[in-house]
């Protein structure tokens, strides 16, 4: 999920009530919920492909990192009660512990349920996991979560006895609509499974995944061995013809030998360890053959030239 909606989930959170437990605790749940993308750091180094919702969105991170973020809380602590030299309650190590637990866990989670997918098992084992039901950026789940927030902070402004009621039903709000989408890519898949069977599509990848703000059309992606079929797939009620393709598709040419060369390289090895939907454009030249391996979901890329 994008940024903005990790740091909705932590000021959700918050302002639900859990900021009471100990000082700084509103400051720790959001950035708890952004913490595991510290691994943005590995781009200018080229390694985005690699390091990305990997590390430090794995198990092993999951129990690393809330101590880190309770070690830097408490550093922050001691620096600004001594640099002011103000007297402030102490925060209280176990409480950001838990609260840094709690938001920091609820990042992968978010990330797994989009197309992009999370490696819940680095490092010890690379495998991606999809949850293929929100889009990336999904207005509905920005939207209950910011009026939650902000109908919240207002009472608490207001000194309301009761502040916490708004944000608390707008994370209520939001885990229903998440378990709903679940449930409809569910129906989604099994939908376009059903029309599928028997065309032997179904033992190559296939793909449904959210589309952006709109929960009854699903975008599919299917594989027929040598190209991409694009389409959509809709779960309304009483639609004669649920599944329909696109009539221009998508080439893979991954049997070529340049393709299998390109794939081959550094370069190749490591995009393709994050592609889902692989394929090749080929520019051969006079002297040298560029060789550009993009993944169909977003239209990223890699190029990758090979001498003649």
Known sequence: MDNICHTLVGAGLAQAGLKRRTRLGAATLMIGANFPDIDILSLPFGQATEFRRGWTHGLLALVVLPFVLTGIMLVWDRFTRRSRRVERPPVVPRELLLLSGLAILTHPTLDWMNSYGMRWLMPFNGRWFYGDSLFIIDPWLLLVLALGVWLSRRRERRSHPDPWRPARAALAVASAYVVTMLGLQAIAEGIVRRDLAG?????????????????V????????????WRGMVSVAPGVSRRLTFDEVTIEKNASDPVAIAAARSDAGRRFLDWARLPYYRIER??????VEIIDARYGASVAVTLDQ
Do not use: E, K
């Open 217 to 228: 059309h699903w975008r599919v992606y299917a594989d027929d061995g040598a190209r991409y």
């Open 199 to 215: 065309s032997g599509w179904l033992s190559q990848p296939l793909v449904v995944s959210a589309s952006p703000a709109d929960p």
């Open 285 to 290: 030249g006079r002297s040298a053959t560029r």
